[in-house]
Every structure is written in structure tokens, then in C-alpha cells.
């Protein structure tokens, strides 16, 4: 079982569309998670944090938790153009608290 | 505000050379990691440290080597370069707290390699 997982996509979502990702963990004491963004060719970028279960919105964005469940998922809302790219959940396991990424969801918002 | 700085951009080494790619980070924080990403694939961690002087394996340490003599300064050492290590390399850094998480963790802007 990988520490991370993501479904590799691509996901497909029409312009003004919520896009919705998610991302499972495999060890239970994982304290932080993040999501980032990679365009083609570049570094990845922070979009948010979350550190309790529940919700935290940011503009177009909400990352919601589930520590039970051990999943971390990512809504976009009113998708554009510009939001096509790769995310990333990226977690610091307990153990070495250490910083895990999932292999990346591709996501493509068509016009 | 220079965050991570990582050098060179980009390099091409023929097989069997060795080369190191430098970071820094002047953000003094205590982790730092080193990732490589094949194209289409997430980040896997190569090496990462907790702090000066201690460094620990990740999930694809093979043909690399690590150093953290000081706290800004994390370079990565590629012995007998082999075309599998043609990647993009990142090098992160982030603040944790011991076994209660941490930050965000800040890029630099990658290195491409190709070993040929």
C-alpha cells in the first residue's frame, strides 16, 4: 500500500464546473496536509493546509479532512482554464515527520 | 526574500560523472528535503534532514548522498551518474515540530538533469 495515493486522472471538468479530488493516507498518526499545485515544467506551489478534521475554504478552494477515514480531498469551484494542472497531496507522516506526496491528479478544465 | 535557491537549472552529465546540486534556504527551517520527479510522476523523496548534522534515507536514496553541515545548506551528491537518474530534482524545506507535524514545505525553482 503506498503511503499517499491519488488517482492519477485525468480529470476532466467543463469551465465553471467544481472539481473534486481526493487523496487517502495509509499511516494514522499523520498530523499535516497539504495541497499543491505543479504546472507543467514548474515547482509546486502551496494552495492549502489543513491540520483538523472538517473543512477550510479559501477563495475557489476547500480541503476538507476525515481523519477516521484517513482521506483529504479537494473541492475547486467555478473551475477555469487557468486551474488545469497537476495537484499534489503531500502529508508529514508521524514517524521521521517526514514529508509524503501522492503521485499528483491531473486535472484539465476545457472552455 | 530568496526562500530556496537551487543551482544549476539545468545540467547534462555523461555516464559514469559525478556532480553535486546545491540548495539553500534562508528561511531557517529545520527540515529539508531532496525529491526527484519523473515526467508524469509524483514527487519521491531521495533524502531529507531534521537538522544540522543529521540526515535520513527516503523511499529512493540509491547512487545519492546527502550532507547538512549547516542549517541553510543541504546538497545533493550524484556518484556515477547512470541514465536513470535523468529526472527534475527539487529541493524543499519546511519547519516541523517533533511528532506533532509541521509547516508547509517551499520549493526551489528544480534542477533538469539528463545523464547521457
Known amino acids: 500500500q503506498k503511503e499517499v495515493e491519488q488517482n492519477s486522472g485525468p480529470l476532466s471538468v467543463p469551465e465553471g464546473a467544481i472539481a473534486s479530488l481526493n487523496c487517502t493516507y495509509s499511516?494514522?498518526?499523520?498530523?499535516?496536509f497539504f495541497w499543491y499545485r505543479q504546472y507543467s515544467g514548474k515547482s509546486p506551489e502551496l494552495i492549502m493546509s489543513?491540520?483538523?478534521?472538517g473543512d477550510k475554504e479559501d477563495g475557489r478552494f476547500t480541503a476538507q479532512l476525515n481523519k477516521a477515514s484517513q482521506y483529504v480531498s479537494l473541492l475547486i469551484r467555478d473551475s477555469q482554464p487557468s486551474d488545469s494542472a497537476t495537484y499534489l497531496c503531500a502529508v508529514i507522516k508521524a514517524a521521521g515527520n517526514k514529508l509524503t506526496f501522492g503521485g499528483g491528479t491531473r486535472v484539465l478544465v476545457k472552455p | 526574500n530568496a526562500g530556496v535557491t537551487q543551482t544549476p537549472k539545468f545540467r547534462i552529465l555523461k555516464i559514469g560523472q559525478s556532480m553535486t546540486l546545491q540548495c539553500a534556504q534562508d528561511m531557517n527551517h529545520n527540515y529539508m528535503y531532496w525529491y526527484r520527479q519523473d515526467p508524469g510522476m509524483g514527487l519521491k523523496l531521495i533524502y531529507y534532514?531534521?537538522?544540522?548534522?543529521?540526515?535520513d534515507k527516503g523511499e529512493v536514496p540509491n547512487g545519492y548522498n546527502v550532507s547538512r553541515s549547516t542549517t541553510e545548506d543541504f546538497p545533493l551528491r550524484l556518484e556515477l551518474a547512470a541514465p536513470s537518474q535523468t529526472s527534475v530534482y527539487f529541493c524543499?524545506?519546511?519547519?516541523?515540530?517533533?511528532?506533532?507535524?509541521?509547516?508547509?514545505?517551499?520549493f526551489g525553482q528544480g534542477t533538469r538533469l539528463t545523464v547521457v
Open positions: 499511516d494514522r498518526g499523520s498530523q499535516s
Open positions: 524543499a524545506s519546511s519547519y516541523s515540530y517533533r511528532g506533532s507535524g509541521g509547516t508547509e514545505a517551499f
Open positions: 489543513i491540520y483538523s478534521n
Open positions: 534532514s531534521v537538522g544540522a548534522g543529521i540526515t
